[in-house]
Every structure is written in structure tokens, then in C-alpha cells.
């Protein structure tokens, strides 16, 4: 996307103001942008321009026929130069230096007046407005000029001029015939259109004529700015025109929404910032805030953050008493439920007395007697002793 910066946009820095460099009395030329220029009035003066981009071309005026030159040169290096003499052709929104195929990055534009040629009874030179290009476009004015690929044109009606001294970066399409038509989708959150001769018949953004504020015929026809929209919901959106004959479309300009602020956690995204009075009319949806004052939030509800953060601690604990139980449960589930009772001769009166097998008699219970008193005579003898 490309950005305009005009001449006297703050973010062009001129040295030794007021006495290095001026406006030109009175108001500007119509054909100039904003119809303003800056005019050198010394030697060796300077001007800069901070940008972020990949190529940036110079505009401005040459009058007077007189000798002149300026120096540019990117972050310190010299870029090339831009001189004319009295044989030169003078004229408005003419391109004063190139510079493309940069990376895309912070750069430095510096523009220096030449000191052998600068006459000055005869100044020359005037510089205009920069156009950048780059891929960072937020809170910037962006430029869309007619000669953009971004615009549709009707297929019949239309022709290109690529000379015009009336016309930002020297073109435009002008329209012969009526009912010819222009389509344009961009994004942004307000826009307007600059031509010359009579208003278009019909123009819509998103379908609504009443976002469109056409200028009136009463206006006077030096006014090349054919409209302004009304504040559109950030987003894309698409402007629909419809021309008459010997209307002239030069450019559009874009306003574009700021970044969106930081999403580190505040009072807003957690709830704590007051909420709308009873009876507050509610803004559409997606339409911008107002940002007239400061807005301001209750104070943190601190006995209520200090009572959750104790209940917080005292279900941890329970918690852990819980799992501290259950583990001593599973602990005596493990273990026998109950175990038999030590052994002792008295119990068992045979414990300690064994007999061998030889003599084929076995141990009985004083009170047992249906067990033999001897072992059958074939059973083989046996070096074991059994047990009752």
C-alpha cells in the first residue's frame, strides 16, 4: 500500500525553520496537494523524512525557470539528484527522485539544496509531498491513486491521462460519457475522493447512499474533493461511483484504524471496569469507541480477591486430608484380617513326639479312637516320619 505524507505533515523535518525554509506567501497553488509547498531559501539546507518501506518517490513544483538542485540520499548514502536549469520544463506534481528495492525496514530521507545552484533571486525548487510504499499501513493516510490496480472501471467510457499538471502523480481517469462507473474495496474507517469537474451522479459504500456526502454543486469548482464518508466500522468495504461526462477521477485517500491496543491483562478483561448507566444508548455493532476522555474504573474489591484466596487454601486442604485418609485405608485393607494364634505344645500334645515308621505305630488324640493303633502290615517301610 502506498502512504502520502504532505510537506507539512510534522514527520518532515527542515532545518534552520522559518529561516531555511518557508510556505510561499498567501495560500498554495490548486494544483498542489493540501495547496502547499516548501521553499529553500538558503544554501545547503536540509530536510528529512523517517519511513518504514520498501520504495519512496519526491514530488513537487518547478517554477521560474531558474538552476537548481537537490541531493537525496537513504540512511546516509547518497541516492542520486534531481536538477533543473532555465531550459527545463516547469510544472506541478512533477517527480523529483526515486528511490525502490529497498528493504523493508526503517529508513532515513535526507534531501540536501544544492549550494552552487541554488539562485536566490530566482528560487526553483519546491518540494511538495512524499509517496511511500509499505506494508505497515495503521493510523496512516493511505493513498489509492486512479492509475491503482485496486479500482475497477467500467469497460467503456473511461480513458487515462498520464500528464495532467492539475493531478497527483501527474494522472487520472476522466469519463466521457455518463453511466460510467468505478469500484474500489478497501480497508479502512473513513474515505474520500479527489477529482475535477462535476460531482459523480451516485455514489454508495456498502450498498448505503447515506454513508456518502456528496459535494454540493454550489461548491466551488477549485474544490477538487468530491466527498468525504462518513466514520465506517473498521473492517473492508466497498465504494460503488457512478460519473456523468467530463468528470476526472485523481485519487482516493484512506483513512486507517490505529493498531488495536495491547492485550495484557487489565481491569477490562477481567470484569472490574464499571458497567454502562441504566438507560445509556448502546452503539452499534462494531462501531468505534469514543475516546474523548479518560475512562476510569472502581477500585479492586480487595476483602473479596483476600476471602477467595482463604477459601482457595482451605479446600486445598481439605483435599489433602481426604487423600491422606484414603491412603490409610488402602494401607489395613492390605493386611491379613486377623491371624491365627501362635502354636504351642500344649495345644498340639503330639508337637514334639515322633515315632519311626519301624515301629508302625502313630500318635493319636487321647480322645480319637477310630484311628488304628498300627499301620496296615504291607505298607512298605519308609526313612520318613509323618505327623499326625
Given at each position: ?10 514527520l ?8 531555511g525554509w518557508?510556505?510561499?506567501s ?6 498542489e496537494?493540501?495547496?502547499t509547498t ?10 528529512t523524512?523517517a519511513f ?8 513537487g ?12 540520499s537513504i ?5 542520486g ?6 531550459g ?7 517527480r523529483?527522485w526515486?528511490?525502490s ?5 526503517l529508513h ?13 533571486t530566482?528560487?526553483?525548487l519546491?518540494?511538495d509531498y ?7 499501513t ?7 491513486d ?22 497527483l502523480e ?10 460510467s ?7 479502512g ?10 460531482t ?10 447515506s454513508?456518502?456526502n456528496?459535494r454540493?454543486?454550489d461548491d466551488?469548482?477549485s474544490?477538487?474533493?468530491?466527498f468525504?464518508?462518513s466514520?465506517?466500522?473498521p473492517g473492508n468495504?466497498?465504494?460503488n461511483?457512478?460519473v ?5 477521477i485523481?485519487y482516493f485517500?484512506?483513512t486507517?484504524?490505529?493498531?488495536p491496543?495491547s ?5 477490562s478483561?477481567?470484569?472490574?471496569t464499571?458497567?454502562a448507566?441504566t438507560?445509556a444508548?448502546?452503539?452499534?455493532a ?17 476483602a ?11 479446600l ?10 484414603w ?15 501362635a502354636?504351642s505344645?500344649s495345644?498340639y ?6 515315632v519311626s ?5 502313630t500318635?493319636?488324640e487321647?480322645?480319637?479312637g477310630?484311628?488304628?493303633k498300627?499301620?496296615e ?6 526313612r ?5
Open positions: 500500500m502506498n502512504v502520502l505524507v504532505d510537506d507539512n505533515n510534522p518532515v523535518q527542515y532545518s534552520n525553520y522559518s529561516r518557508r510556505l510561499p498567501g495560500s498554495g497553488q490548486p494544483q496537494f493540501n495547496r516548501h521553499e529553500p531559501l538558503s544554501p545547503d539546507e536540509s530536510a523524512l518504514n518501506g520498501t520504495s519512496i518517490t519526491v514530488f513544483t518547478v517554477a521560474n525557470k531558474g538552476k537548481a538542485r537537490m541531493n537525496f540512511d546516509g548514502r547518497p541516492s539528484s534531481f536538477e533543473v536549469d532555465e527545463s520544463a516547469q510544472g506541478h506534481n512533477m523529483f526515486n528511490a528495492d529497498l528493504k523493508d525496514t532515513n530521507l535526507s534531501i540536501i539544496v544544492d549550494h552552487d545552484s541554488l539562485i536566490r530566482s528560487r526553483t519546491f518540494l512524499f509517496v511511500y510504499t509499505t506494508t505497515s495503521a493510523g496512516k493516510l493511505v493513498l489509492i486512479d492509475s491503482d490496480t485496486a479500482l475497477r472501471y467500467s469497460k467503456s467510457g473511461w480513458h487515462s491521462q498520464n500528464d495532467s499538471d492539475s493531478s501527474r494522472t487520472q481517469h476522466f469519463s466521457d460519457k455518463g453511466g462507473w468505478v469500484c474500489l474495496s478497501f480497508e474507517t473513513q474515505i474520500s475522493l479527489f477529482g475535477t469537474g462535476p459523480p451522479s451516485f455514489a454508495t459504500i456498502d450498498g448505503s447512499s454513508l456518502v456528496l454540493s454543486r466551488p469548482p474544490d477538487k474533493q468530491f468525504q464518508s466514520t465506517l466500522s468495504h466497498t465504494l461511483i457512478t456523468g461526462p467530463q468528470t476526472a485523481d485517500l484512506v486507517t484504524e490505529s493498531d491496543p492485550t495484557s491483562l487489565s481491569s478483561s477481567i470484569g472490574l464499571d458497567p448507566p438507560g444508548s448502546k452503539l452499534p462494531g462501531a468505534p469507541q469514543a475516546t474523548g476522555g479518560l475512562k476510569t474504573s472502581k477500585p479492586l474489591p480487595i473479596a480477591i483476600v476471602g477467595g484466596a482463604v477459601g482457595g487454601l482451605a486445598l486442604l481439605l483435599v489433602l486430608v481426604a487423600v491422606l485418609m491412603r490409610r485405608r488402602a494401607r489395613r485393607a492390605d493386611q491379613p484380617a486377623f491371624e491365627y494364634p502354636t505344645e495345644y500334645p503330639w508337637a514334639n513326639k515322633r515308621v519301624t515301629s508302625l505305630t500318635l493319636t487321647e480322645n480319637e477310630q484311628r488304628p498300627n499301620f502290615k504291607e505298607r512298605p517301610p519308609s520318613y516320619i509323618y505327623y499326625e
